[in-house]
Antibody, heavy 119, light 109 residues
Framework: QVQLKESGPGLVQPSQTLSLTCTVS????????VHWVRQPPGKGLEWMGV???????SYNSALKSRLSISRDTSKSQVFLKMSSLQTEDTATYYC?????????????WGQGTLVTVSS | DIVLTQSPALAVSLGQRATISCKTN??????????MHWYQQKPGQQPKLLIY???NLASGIPARFSGRGSGTDFTLTIDPVEADDTATYYC????????FGGGTKLELK
């Protein structure tokens, strides 16, 4: 079945770069787009960006200067890197996938990984 | 960017109807579809898809949930509300990339 699982460091120091991995199973990254969404504690959801199935990427304009999404299709992994972290980047980070027919809505989500930015 | 606006909270009684609104600053309709979707999120859990394309019920979602709207005004209705429906509800647009509303926390009176 379709599964997505986020992994990465739970704690990152301010000004450092965050690196997260989304490992997927049950589908191919060359057939489906994978999104990153984050949620600060007690706050709402923010779409961050997408790795399209063709390998292209699109980003939230508010994060574009700091964000990079890449992938390794042989390992079924999508990577997120975000630089110049500040305390306001403390959040649960999710990866998500669209339905069978479209990426317009997110039918599948990972459990999320909490990242705390603190010295 | 398309901005989605939701009321922060709503309190309803068990068995009553809950109507959650979402307004956008741009039209999210395109070729006959409204690119508006709804999610439910309970504390400590990932979001769960409820409604896609404004009015289509996602797989496994009870018929107590319904969605309607077009253009810039959308609503999610839960009727009747059950205790398990206490959660935060988010709208999301996919007409131009993706953005979420701020969420509406549904509480019981």
């Amino acid at each position: 079945q379709v599964q997505l699982k986020e992994s990465g460091p739970g704690l990152v120091q301010p000004s450092q770069t965050l690196s997260l991995t989304c490992t997927v199973s049950g589908f191919s990254l060359t057939s489906y787009h994978v999104h990153w969404v984050r949620q600060p504690p007690g706050k709402g959801l923010e779409w961050m960006g997408v790795m399209w199935s063709d390998g292209d990427t699109s980003y939230n304009s508010a994060l574009k200067s700091r964000l990079s999404i890449s992938r390794d299709t042989s390992k079924s992994q999508v990577f997120l890197k975000m630089s110049s972290l500040q305390t306001e980047d403390t959040a649960t980070y999710y990866c998500a996938r669209g339905s069978v027919v479209t990426s317009n809505w997110f039918a599948y989500w990972g459990q999320g990984t909490l990242v705390t930015v603190s010295s | 960017d398309i901005v989605l606006t939701q009321s922060p909270a709503l309190a309803v009684s068990l068995g009553q109807r809950a109507t959650i609104s979402c307004k956008t600053n741009q039209n999210v309709d395109y070729y006959g579809n409204s690119y508006m979707h709804w999610y439910q999120q309970k504390p400590g859990q990932q979001p769960k898809l409820l409604i896609y394309l404004a009015s289509n019920l996602a797989s496994g979602i009870p018929a107590r949930f319904s969605g309607r709207g077009s253009g810039t005004d959308f609503t999610l209705t839960i009727d009747p509300v059950e205790a398990d429906d206490t959660a935060t509800y988010y709208c999301q647009q996919s007409r131009n990339l993706w953005t979420f509303g701020g969420g509406t926390k549904l509480e019981l009176k």
